[in-house]
């Protein structure tokens, strides 16, 4: 029933068995990792703060509208507007 290819192995490129690793060897792969990271500099990460900051206020103003907008479209869709 099972598809042979589905089946991962858990061994690495050389064919060996790895098996777990222990946490110790993970925290130092992390650190080793981290160190390759190119990290912003400060005015960059300013800069991107700003961005962000301006893009989700424009989003927001612009679902709020729309919310709105649908609101008062089903609410006069469920009422009526019967002026008489």
Same mark, same amino acid.
Request: aromatic letters at 10%; charged letters at 20%.
């Given at each position: 029933?099972?598809? *042979?290819?589905?089946?991962?192995? &858990? &061994?690495d490129?050389r *064919?060996?068995?790895?098996?777990?690793?222990s946490?110790?060897?993970?925290?130092?792969q $992390? =650190?080793a990792e981290?160190?390759? $990271? =190119?990290?912003p500099t400060?005015?960059?990460?300013i800069?991107?703060?700003?961005? $962000?900051l =301006?893009f989700?206020?424009v $989003?927001?103003?612009?679902?709020s509208?729309?919310?709105l907008?649908? *609101?008062k479209?089903?609410?006069e869709?469920?009422? *009526?507007?019967?002026?008489?």
């Amino acid at each position: 029933m099972a598809d *042979g290819n589905a089946v991962q192995d &858990r &061994r690495d490129s050389r *064919g060996d068995d790895r098996g777990r690793t222990s946490p110790v060897t993970f925290l130092r792969q $992390v =650190v080793a990792e981290l160190r390759k $990271v =190119v990290w912003p500099t400060q005015q960059q990460l300013i800069t991107y703060f700003f961005v $962000v900051l =301006v893009f989700v206020t424009v $989003v927001m103003a612009l679902v709020s509208v729309l919310d709105l907008a649908f *609101g008062k479209l089903v609410f006069e869709l469920f009422t *009526g507007s019967n002026t008489q």
